[in-house]
């Protein structure tokens, strides 16, 4: 993983900030960034290397004004007005999509040549999220993503370490040779 996102949507804050505090710990250890979902507050207090915001949470330049410049502060969108955006009120990088169906979270697929607009329309790095697997993710890498997020396509494996070498194979081979 280059990233790691806390996502816990239904859970109290003390649990939230204890799951961070403990996640922390190991990212850290693996130099690897944490990011906390939708929660400034406990990626303040957690001392997270970052959050993530949706449309309908805070605010970007709010959560930038909030984190200052040296934490990371990424957006969801799904169109070029909304990342153009979030570009210019401080974001460092987008998560777009769904870029195909999945049933991690409740959110149309926009496809791919749509994420491809969205990448092409602004200067920083665009995560494509939903529904990414071995079999698709190198579709969204040649469409302009920087990366994929992923939940599904590791956690509901019986093995999520083949899967996840599945998935850095595909990705690699989306990639154009040197």
Avoid: W
Avoid at 10 to 31: G, K, N, P, Q
Avoid at 49 to 71: S, T, Y
């Amino acid at each position: 993983a280059t990233i790691i996102q806390l996502r816990q949507k239904d859970v109290d804050s003390a649990v939230m900030l204890h799951s961070a505090r403990e996640l922390l710990a190991v990212c850290r250890a693996s130099r690897v960034p944490l990011i906390i979902n939708d929660r400034v507050d406990i990626a303040i207090a957690a001392d997270a290397d970052g959050v993530h915001v949706g449309q309908d949470d805070m605010p970007c330049a709010v959560v930038r004004r909030m984190l200052g410049p040296a934490k990371i502060v990424g957006v969801s969108v799904k169109t070029e007005v909304e990342a153009a955006a979030a570009q210019r009120d401080g974001a460092d990088y987008l998560g777009s999509g769904a870029v195909f169906p999945t049933t991690t979270k409740d959110s149309d697929a926009i496809g791919v040549e749509a994420f491809s607009r969205v990448c092409n329309s602004v200067d920083i790095p665009t995560v494509a999220i939903g529904g990414l697997t071995a079999a698709n993710c190198g579709k969204a890498m040649q469409a302009g993503a920087a990366g994929i997020a992923v939940v599904s396509a590791i956690f509901n494996k019986t093995q999520p370490d083949v899967a996840a070498r599945e998935l850095i194979e595909a990705i690699e081979a989306s990639m154009p040779a040197a």
